[in-house]
Structure formats: structure tokens, C-alpha cells
């Protein structure tokens, strides 16, 4: 599925990623956990082709094919999903606005029909009370005026509606609290499947109780640190990352 | 000084410029000096505009022409499109008066057209709306890039009644829409709202003045623009709270969007304050495209293009929506997708 070899990556001539190395095959979930400023968010624009974000060096590919050199919208037709730390808000926008634009783009860019409006109302409507949001809030602008967990809620409801390949949660676990972290929890464990994988980039071992990784790996330094299993997750809640930071 | 005394007298030296500090941002002493010859009546068949199949009352002038005068008395809404062309060039000064009576109710939907000609156009609107009357007037100015108007609108406004307004306009060579309401309180309410896209060289300037004289009134102004390549929008927004007018609420609101490095956005939003007791507020932002609601959308899947234009579309459609005649409305809506090339 997605594999990542001796990255490295610079935002304004500053040295971010310094040869990081990943591989995460399909049907697994892999963490990545790691201090502040190590890195992980920057990852998760570099997969995605954030502007700004300069590969120096390295190659990312998704089922062999190089992410790297395609646009973000393309990335996004072929299945790669980011769920963003800070969803933006878009005024003037209707979520299901938002949401079917995408959806249908990313179908065009497949080749694929657009989605009829009664199929997709029918699958928003499904969608949003498998993840209890309230139907008349995917009518407002999206994000506008939403509280953290609203928005963090509606990551991951586009995220069911456009089920993507490849999955990045970069804190999704912020601004929750504990009913709406396994609400999200849920969502995201019923998108696990053999033909799926997923990068979770948490700061804290909280997230992993919900959502069981197969593996973690530790990022410090701008390099995969250190791999495990998930016990690894309940070792640096305990021991902390000040070992990586003092190595990196 | 102004644009109607110049054409009548032929003397350029009346036009106004930079030096008067309202049209300092459109100055046509600069630009013509010399004024074109009085357009030719036109002969043919005249264009009815975009608003003529959704009105009771369909009016349509080209190059000016008799004054055209509009009564209504109706209770219930009778609307009258109003279409003025500019055809073949040259130069001419309309005049409308719009009269709604107490308690009447008028959607007036009022359209200008150019063509490709040099032309310099002139409109003047005296309007009164009666106590209790209600005005909505939407504005769509489809003017030639080549063209030069000028359309200024003076509003009286009786006890109670209601002005609502939006102008949408993409601009000429040099234009200028103003209006200018004298506004009693007591109960008056009036909403001022306008769009601009502007693209090539163009240049639009919506102006507002509104002076509340008397206790309770309320404004509401929302203006939203996007400029692209070398155009230029211009703002200038002023209300007026004259003493004793206590208990006004008024609230002004501009929006920009500068998608080139060479566009240009000058604004000015004044609040002129008297009075002790009220409430006024005004925002002003102009500002460049958000690139992260951009690369946002396009992590979703939408190619930058396809962002781009949900994003802009949206920006301006707040003022879009708010206009309340639907017919109107979809007019509205058909403008701004072509204008933002959708």
C-alpha cells in the first residue's frame, strides 16, 4: 500500500524529515507518535502536496504508484485522505455542498459517472446517523461556527462518504472529548479492511485505546526512531519521548 | 461638479475628478478630455434586459431618451424592470423618478447595458418611498468595456418604510454607481448590499451615503468584491448619524478578494457619528485568496480550479443571497457564475 523511503523534507530551507523510512501495507493501522515539532504534521502535508513542502530527497508511493508528483486532488482520486488537525471552515459552502463537489470530482478524475443527487442524499443520510450528526447541520456551512468535536465529527463523516484507500488522522483525537472520541473512534474502526491502511498521528497514547494499531512507530528527529508493537504506545505514555529527543 | 452638469454644458471642466475628495478613486476630469457627441437615437430593436420576463411593468431606454417616470401604489408587489442601454456611443443623461406611495410595495429591478462603442452614460434616480412603503431595487450593470457611466440614486424615505437594496455590477472603462438615501428613523429600515467582479481594466466604484435624521433607524450594508488582473474596485461607504438621531443601529460590512497582484481594492468606510445613543459598527477586510481553505478542498479531490471557484462563488454569494425577489435572485446567480467564469 503506502511506502515511504529516506524522506526528506524541507519547509523554507529547513531540514523537517531527514530520511524517513515507512512501510504500511494494506489491512494495517499504523501510529505514528512522536514530541512536538518532530515532524508528524508535516508527514501528513508532504503525502498530501501541501504547498511549501519541499522534497529534497526520497520517494512516497501508494501501490507503487509516485504520490509525489501528482496535484493534491489527484492524491485524493486515487483514495489518499487526510483528516486535518485544524478542519478549515468554509463559509458560504453547505457541507453536503462541499462533500458531493468532491465526491464527484474525484469521480471524474476516475473516469466514474457523478453520483445521482438521490443516491448521495440517500448515503449522507445513512452516513450521518451511523456517526450521530444531526442531518440539518450538513445543510450549514461547513465547519462555520461548529464546535472542535463538531468539526473533528466532520472529518470523519467525509471521510466515510468519499472511503478513501489510505487514511491519515493527524490528531483527531483534540478537542474530543470521551463520548465523541469514541463516536469518531467507531467511524473510523468501521472504515478498517483488507484493502485499506491507515496512518494515525496521535501525541498521545489515548487515541490507541480506541483505535488498535498493529503497529507504532516513534518519530524523532525528523526519522523513525523506534518501532513496536502497540505495546510501544503504553511504554512512551509512561517513559515519555525525552530517550528519542536526547538520541535525535 | 458632476458628470449630468458636464454633459449639459459640454464643459469637461465640471466633470468630476481627483480633486474632489468623493471621486478621488474615479476620476473622470483625468480620463475624458474630451466629451463624446450626444448618441444617436437608435433605430432598431431595443434590448428588454435580463429582468423583463419577471416584471408586471416592463420598461427599456436607449441613449436616455424622455424621462421615465414610475408611481406605484400598489399594496401588493408590483414590479417594474427597468433597462437602460447604452448603443452606438456618444454621450446622453437619463432621468427616472421613482415614486412608491404610503404603504405601497415596489420591486423595481433596474439593468444597464453596453456595448463595445466609446460611450459615456449618465443616470439620475430621484426615489421616494412613502411611510410604510417598501422599496426593493436590485441593480445589474452589464456595461462595455469601453464604457464610462455614471448612476446616482437619491433616496427619500418616509416613516417606517423599507429600502432594500443590492447592486451587482462587473464594471466599464470607468463607472460609478452611488447612492445616497436621507434616512428619518423612526422605524425606517435599510439594507445597501452590492457585488463586484471585476476582470481586464475594468473599473467599478459603488458609493453609498446614508443619513439617518431621526430616532430608530436602522442600515445594513454587506459589499463583497473580487478583482482579477489590472481592475480596480472601489468602496466608499458613509452613514451619517445626525444628532438626536439616537437609537440608530447601523452596521456596514466590506469584503475583497484581490486575485492579482495587480488589481487594485481602495476603501473607505465611514461611520459620522452625532448622536449619543446608538449602536454602529463596520468591518472592512480585503485580503488574498485563503490558500488554506484552497489546498483544503483540493485534498478533498477538487482540482485547484474546480476550489477556486466553489470558494469564490460562495464569497460572494452571501450577498447573493440575501436578495429576496427569487426571480431576481437567479438572475443573480447566472451573473455571478459567469462573471467568476463557472
Redo the contacts between chains.
Sequence with gaps: MLSISNLHVEIDGKPILKGLTLDIPAGEVHAIMGPNGAGKSTLSYVLTGRQGYEVTEGTATLDGEDLLSLEPSERSARGVFLSFQYPLEIPGVPALTFIRTAMNAQRKARGEAEITAPAFLKLAKATAASLKIDFEMLKRALNVGFSGGEKKRMEIFQMAMLSPRFLILDETDSGLDIDALKIVADGVNAMRGPDRAMLVITHYQRLLDYIKPDRVHVLAGGRIADSGGPELAHELEREGYDKYARAA | MSLASALKTSDVTLLPGKRDEDWKWTDLRGLLRVLPPPSQPFMGEAPVGPFAALANLPIHVVNASDPVVVRSASAAPYVVALHFAALGGGSHSATAQIEVAEGANLILLESYEGDDADYVANLDLKITVGANGRLERIVLAADGANGVSVSTADVTLGIGAQLVQTVLTDGARRQRIETRVAHPGAGASVRLDGAYLLAGKRHADLTTVVEHQGLDGTTSQLTKGVVRDQSRGVFQGRILVAKGADRTDARMGHHALILSDKAEIDAKPELLIFADDVQCAHGNTIGAF????L??????????D??RA??T???V??VIDRIEHDGAREVAKTWAAKGLGL
Excluded: S, T
Design positions: 485563503d490558500e488554506d481553505a489546498f483544503y478542498a483540493q485534498q478533498r479531490g477538487m482540482p485547484e474546480v476550489a466553489l470558494l462563488e460562495a464569497f454569494g452571501e
